[in-house]
């Protein structure tokens, strides 16, 4: 007899669970209009807004007339954890001065080795870095990951402190 | 041999492995299963996977480098992993961080800690077989992922916490966003006891399975939700308070049963006091610098140092020993999941098989925490 009381209670007990977990979701089955949960991916491209801060890859600030702030100190490299930075700088004779200075190359960066950790954008003393917020960044080749940072043909802004 | 395998009533023992192994999978851990029929004998769990050596990286990195390699332990409480490396830097070298920044650290930890059991909750449904949870739980954790990125950058490996302080100040929307938030998640954590707390099915599978007395959870250093749920007290802000947490009133969940049920209760209560503490704060972040003046080299002094933190899972230990160099000579991480792994053979011995789904996801186990 005990046994039947049980086992009846659990059933009702059971019955009762499930309709409090049903009620639930019964109100965002019937209200899911007003509260959208879930976006297909690609469809709200472009509405998607990606906070200015977003670390998506590291860049170099280029302005207007294609120049940039990099006078090729290597602090960033130093400050990278994973060596995903590479600076080649190259000597140049100054024409006014006579003396030889330093210039930027190549500022290569493997964004393959990169973890994202925004140490390379805050050690640069003339902010020539900054992340953007792209984050499709698959690729099918490993190599397509290599960038050179400076863009082709760019130089140099005038006045960067040294 | 074989007559070595077969006990008194005749059965034979055999070996199963289980657990979710696969290169893709993010947590790869192989448990050893020694059974007798559906009856759990031993437990052995197997590491090692997604071993990365970041004990050892982190020797080559300076201090300031090392903390984004935390990030990727218990990636669940990056933020409170970042913080046990900066108080460590700054308490060796004596600097005093502003009230700003301890506010900020405390009002962050918090979020991170809400996301980890929010997390948790959605999984320990979906292992039960109830995928609505999993569902719900991600969109409450979402929007907490989303104030994140807005603050910090990224949504998982934050690396917001420096020596010293901050990465970046608070976004102006921060404060408005949180108290948003808040008054959102405070409508929809009860459903999360209508779901699931209460269900019939999910409490006869938790309430009584993998038992752990307090004695035990002191002697294998169980911590966290797991160890207070078995009445040990064991919460670092609690008995070592750091950042701001001297200065906001909660309380310590403690339980007596040591079931998984109990350590499912006190996840969820948990939610509830990380609410208050972010509520107590949100107000009133005082105005101050985000960096104290550092040196551009960290260098620590000759000797041993060792600071704690409570993450999501429990107590997070950061232990340095320094020649004095930029670079520590020694680094090793006491990470709560893997004390935690180790009390899962003694608690589920003699359950069954799907009684040790329910232990494992009430332990709340993040693996990379575990091989680091
Ligand atoms: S973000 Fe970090 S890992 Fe990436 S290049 Fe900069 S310093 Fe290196
Ligand atoms: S990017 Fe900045 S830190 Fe790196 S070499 Fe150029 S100026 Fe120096």
Redesign the pocket.
Known sequence: MNSIIKYLKGISQGLNTLWSGMKVTGYYFFNARKEIITVQYPDNKDTLKIPERFRGRVI?VHDQNNE??????????M?CPNGS?K?I?DKVLDPNTGKSVRI?DQ?VYYFSMCTLCNL?VQ???????AMDGSYENAVFNREELTFV?NLPGSKIRDN?KD | MQAELISKEGTQEYFVNMGPQHPSTHGVLRLLLTLDGEIIRKVEPHIGYVHRSIEKMAEFDTYKQIVHLTDRLDYLSAHMNNEAVALLVENALQIEVSDRVKVIRTIMNELTRLGSHQLWWGVIGMDMGAITTFLYAFRDRELINDIMEETTGARLTMNYNTPGGLMFDLHHNFQKQVKDYLKFFKTKLPEYDQLLSGNVIFTERTKGVGKLSLADAISYGVTGPSGRASGFSCDVRKTQPYSAYDRVKFNEILMVEGDSFARYQSRVNEMWESISIIEQLIDNIPEGPIMAPMKAVVKLPKGEFYQRVETARGEFGVYVVSDGNKTPYRVKFRSPGFSNLSVLDHISRGHKIADLVAIMSTLDLVIPDIDR
């Open positions: 170099m940039h702030a990099c006078n090729g100190c290597t602090m960033c490299e400050a930075i600076v700088t930027i500022h390379c050690a640069c003393p003339s902010d020539a870095l940072l960067v």
